[in-house]
């Protein structure tokens, strides 16, 4: 059983940045590819950005290309999201979940063949 717990949210004006952690436990982490998804109120869980067990892959949903950057420290147990320049529509609850894969490579974009998420933290953009 692995236990995700993201840190780093909060509230920002358009234009800031902020670093979102999450911190995993009871697992071998990189036996997980990592994703960070977001859902705004009234929507869809929506991608982010994922990461390959070792970090060789990566993959960004379009609207943060550019802006966000995932990294992941397998010695920390820990994966990281640098948001950049920062939009009122990237308002949302930001989640982390890994999935166990014996893939090194492999990418998951998909919210529902994840295995576990953390609870989440708000990140809020005004404008």
């Known amino acids: 059983q692995v236990q995700l717990v993201e840190s780093g949210g909060g509230l920002v004006q358009a234009g800031g940045s902020l670093r979102l952690s999450c911190a995993a436990s009871?697992?071998?982490?990189?036996?997980?590819?990592m994703g960070w998804f977001r859902q705004a109120p009234g929507k869809e869980r929506d991608v982010v950005v994922c990461?390959?067990?070792?970090?060789?892959?990566?993959y960004y949903a379009d609207s943060v290309k550019g802006r966000f950057t995932i990294s992941r420290d397998n010695a920390k147990n820990t994966v990281y999201l640098q948001m950049n320049s920062l939009k009122p529509e990237d308002t949302a609850v930001y989640y982390c979940?890994?999935?166990?894969?014996?893939?090194?490579?492999?990418?998951?974009?998909?919210?529902?063949?994840?295995?576990?998420w953390g609870q989440g933290t708000q990140v809020t953009v005004s404008s």
């Open positions: 990461i390959s067990r070792y970090g060789s892959s990566t």
């Open positions: 979940a890994a999935k166990d894969t014996y893939l090194s490579g492999a990418l998951y974009n998909i919210p529902r063949v994840y295995d576990y």
């Open positions: 009871g697992g071998t982490f990189s036996d997980y590819a």
